[in-house]
């Protein structure tokens, strides 16, 4: 795999040097009405434009501490850690990254099942459902394409002293969700560049207005508030007439370069995640935030992006600080050549929380939550979007503050 990781590691060299001037329950395991684990029970999507700007307002906030750090490297970066409920057994992470609990070798989910006298870790890993292009998903979207050389040779490694020491079966390497590929984000990307088709249609007009008018209901009298909540969620703003309803309450789309233009272009850039031709997932943390750069750079700076490469083998792993970092307790995997995977993470759990977890019902029955709540959260994924930019596309540079930012290190 010399493409593979030559890819990861320079990309990572590139992005540190950048991104581094950025900066226990005694109740049992809740069951649904169907017997389903509430651990396994996703959020629902968004119902309403207004529960659509609730979910990006949510996820903007969470990203507005690394904002200045993705506009100076060019890059995108969301956390591995799922929502809360996306954490089950029938799951092993939504968000472009995967993650288990190992013990002695095998994944485990219950603390029953941990070898004695051996230790208890976490396994990231965001290496792509279809890195070598070979994949069989079943009904549920899960890959059951068994292994390949890939596998077998990052589990070897895996299985070093160094890293689990212990035998590795190579089906927990690669990542199993359908969604967890290098072909749904390539996807993503290029969905969200093709929204430029709608520009000044009715359509991107209703979610611009309704960007506007959420935004505006923040810091409306309560009564206001009310009101625009009212016209607003019922999505029907592509219309003069109830768009004139929404303007006499004080709301207005900004005009670029103009106060309050940022913010709302950054909202409509979120919620077009729902505009997307194949789709994506409005509650995720990575494919509304994603969107919502891709289409700020395409729509705005003019920028055009290119499929990911197969030599990008996964998303990279850092922390928000920084991309070559990683939480406290986790570790890289040794490679057989000497290099460090930035696609899988190894995080101890101490001895300590391990001996507590027999009296910890919460974390017992679910060792993958426990995972998702000590480090999932602090792991961050990095994609190179500057990487697979198409040289001299970035030409609108003054168009706003973001592209102005944005497009600094274009090629």
Not at 77 to 89: H, L, T
Not at 169 to 179: E, S
Not at 237 to 259: D, F, M, R
Not at 268 to 297: F, K
């Amino acid at each position: 795999m010399p493409l593979f990781r030559t890819f990861s590691v320079l990309s990572v060299a590139a992005l540190a040097a950048a991104l581094a001037l950025g900066c226990s329950s005694a109740a049992p395991v809740e069951e649904g009405d169907d017997g389903t684990s509430v651990d396994d029970i996703t959020p629902q999507s968004a119902a309403t434009i207004w529960t659509l700007a609730e979910l990006c307002d949510s996820n903007i906030t969470r990203h507005s501490a690394v904002k200045a750090q993705e506009t100076a490297a060019g890059v995108v970066r969301w956390q591995c850690g799922d929502r809360e409920g996306v954490d089950g057994e029938l799951d092993r992470g939504q968000e472009y990254c995967e993650y288990m609990a190992v013990s002695n070798g095998k994944k485990v989910t219950k603390a029953t099942e941990i070898t004695k006298g051996k230790p208890l870790q976490c396994l990231f890993t965001s290496v792509y459902s279809d890195v070598d292009g070979q994949s069989q998903y079943d009904a549920a979207g899960k890959n059951t394409y068994a292994s390949g050389a890939i596998d077998g040779e990052l589990a070897a490694a895996l299985s070093a002293k160094e890293n689990l020491d212990a035998s590795i079966d190579p089906k927990l390497v690669r990542m199993k969700g359908q969604f967890n590929t290098r072909g749904a984000a390539t996807t993503l990307i290029a969905d969200s560049m093709r929204l430029s088709a709608e520009k000044g249609t009715t359509k991107e007009r209703a979610y611009q207005r309704a960007a506007a008018c959420y935004l505006a209901s923040k810091t409306a009298t309560p009564e206001n508030r009310a009101k625009l909540k009212g016209i607003c969620e019922r999505n029907g703003l592509g219309s003069s007439k109830n768009w004139k309803s929404v303007e006499a309450l004080g709301v207005k789309v900004a005009a670029a370069n103009t106060e309050g233009y940022e913010a709302q272009q950054s909202m409509y850039a979120c919620m077009s995640v729902n505009r997307l031709q194949n789709g994506g997932v409005d509650w995720r943390m990575s494919d509304p935030h994603i969107t919502e750069i891709v289409v700020r750079a395409s729509l705005e700076c003019g920028c055009g992006y290119d499929a990911l490469p197969t030599a990008l083998g996964g998303f990279l792993q850092g922390t928000w600080a920084a991309a070559d970092k990683l939480p406290p307790g986790c570790r890289r995997a040794k490679l057989k050549d000497g290099t460090e995977s930035q696609q899988l993470t190894i995080c101890d759990v101490p001895a300590q929380r391990v001996a507590e977890l027999e009296n910890d019902f919460d974390f017992s029955e679910n060792l993958s939550k426990l995972c998702n709540e000590m480090y999932g959260k602090d792991i961050v994924m990095t994609a190179p979007a500057r990487a697979v930019e198409k040289a001299g596309t970035c030409v609108n540079k003054t168009a706003s503050a973001f592209c102005a930012d944005w497009t600094k290190g274009s090629k």
